[in-house]
């Protein structure tokens, strides 16, 4: 026991001694010691294992890392999303008040002078009833001044007629309806006949016209204001695109393009007159 105690302590102090020599030789050597090249020798055997070590190693870290990263990505992922619809929401929600802003200013810059003391606006909210092809309901009624049979117009021209009118509500009778006709005439010229419809997307039938009239295709066909003062005279309805018939027959077949787009109306103007159509009305 007290031989192996000796032998311990003999190494142990061999060791200092040794520790103590290569301290000292090193630190005399400065930067060229011994010590510094051992650990030069053991940075180049270490480094590229190091390296090795870190290139294979890292994807996997990376990997772990993005998982444990997952549920914040699809979290802020469907934030974005939201932000998204909101923001495309918010464009077409202002697309269509630009819309709206435009379409209401076509209405107050119309400018033809026709016989009417007040023209009140009123917007499309639905459809007409079934028993009606083509027609709509607007948010205005007799509260306001409406009555049947007055005309009703858009910025680019003839809309057609009040059909049936309730307190604030009422039902207008589209031109393209084929009871929603008008007398008519080729602007420029006294040749006249009668304009009605057969639908939205057709072309309006103007009828009755003299074989003899002039009538050329492009020519512009407006309100004549011959059928009992429902429609003043000289409100646009179309042109002409097609002139037919020939001189053995007793009139002219001709169709009309309409310019009002009876598919997207939103927004009319009911002519409210004055004078004893006005009073003759109220019973209506």
């Given at each position: 026991?007290?031989?192996?105690?000796?032998?311990?302590?003999?190494?142990?102090?061999?060791?200092?001694?040794?520790?103590?020599?290569?301290?000292?030789?090193?630190?005399?050597?400065?930067?060229?010691?011994?010590?510094?090249?051992?650990?030069?020798?053991?940075?180049?055997?270490?480094?590229?294992?190091?390296?090795?070590?870190?290139?294979?190693?890292?994807?996997?870290?990376?990997?772990?890392?993005?998982?444990?990263?997952?549920?914040?990505?699809?979290?802020?992922?469907?934030?974005?999303?939201?932000?998204?619809?909101?923001?495309?929401?918010?464009?077409?929600?202002?697309?269509?008040?630009?819309?709206?802003?435009?379409?209401l200013t076509q209405m107050l810059d119309l400018e033809d002078s026709?016989?009417?003391?007040?023209?009140?606006?009123?917007?499309?909210?639905?459809?007409?009833?079934?028993?009606?092809?083509?027609?709509?309901?607007?948010?205005?009624?007799?509260?306001?001044?409406?009555?049947?049979?007055?005309?009703?117009?858009?910025?680019?021209?003839?809309?057609?007629?009040?059909?049936?009118?309730?307190?604030?509500?009422?039902?207008?009778?589209?031109?393209?309806?084929?009871?929603?006709?008008?007398?008519?005439?080729?602007?420029?010229?006294?040749?006249?006949?009668?304009?009605?419809?057969?639908?939205?997307?057709?072309?309006?039938?103007?009828?009755?016209?003299?074989?003899?009239?002039?009538?050329?295709?492009?020519?512009?066909?407006?309100?004549?204001?011959?059928?009992?003062?429902?429609?003043?005279?000289?409100?646009?309805?179309?042109?002409?695109?097609?002139?037919?018939?020939?001189?053995?027959?007793?009139?002219?077949?001709?169709?009309?393009?309409?310019?009002?787009?009876?598919?997207?109306?939103?927004?009319?103007?009911?002519?409210?007159?004055?004078?004893?159509?006005?009073?003759?009305?109220?019973?209506?």
């Amino acid at each position: 026991m007290y031989r192996r105690n000796g032998r311990g302590r003999l190494l142990l102090l061999v060791f200092l001694a040794l520790a103590i020599l290569v301290i000292t030789l090193d630190y005399r050597l400065g930067p060229g010691g011994p010590l510094q090249r051992a650990k030069d020798f053991s940075v180049t055997l270490v480094a590229p294992v190091q390296r090795g070590f870190t290139t294979i190693f890292r994807p996997v870290g990376n990997f772990f890392s993005s998982i444990g990263e997952l549920g914040s990505l699809r979290s802020k992922n469907s934030e974005l999303e939201q932000e998204l619809e909101q923001a495309e929401a918010d464009v077409r929600e202002a697309q269509s008040l630009v819309a709206e802003n435009r379409r209401l200013t076509q209405m107050l810059d119309l400018e033809d002078s026709w016989v009417v003391s007040e023209r009140v606006t009123a917007r499309v909210i639905a459809r007409g009833p079934k028993n009606l092809t083509w027609a709509a309901i607007i948010d205005k009624g007799r509260s306001d001044g409406i009555r049947p049979d007055m005309a009703v117009i858009a910025p680019e021209g003839l809309v057609g007629k009040v059909y049936s009118v309730t307190s604030h509500q009422a039902t207008i009778l589209y031109l393209v309806d084929a009871r929603g006709a008008a007398s008519a005439r080729i602007d420029g010229g006294r040749d006249s006949g009668l304009v009605h419809g057969k639908g939205a997307g057709e072309p309006l039938t103007f009828e009755y016209v003299s074989v003899n009239a002039d009538a050329e295709e492009g020519d512009r066909v407006v309100t004549s204001g011959y059928d009992g003062g429902i429609f003043p005279a000289g409100i646009p309805i179309g042109f002409i695109v097609d002139v037919g018939g020939d001189d053995r027959q007793a009139a002219k077949e001709i169709e009309v393009e309409p310019y009002v787009d009876f598919t997207t109306l939103d927004y009319v103007q009911v002519l409210v007159e004055s004078g004893p159509r006005l009073t003759q009305n109220e019973g209506s």
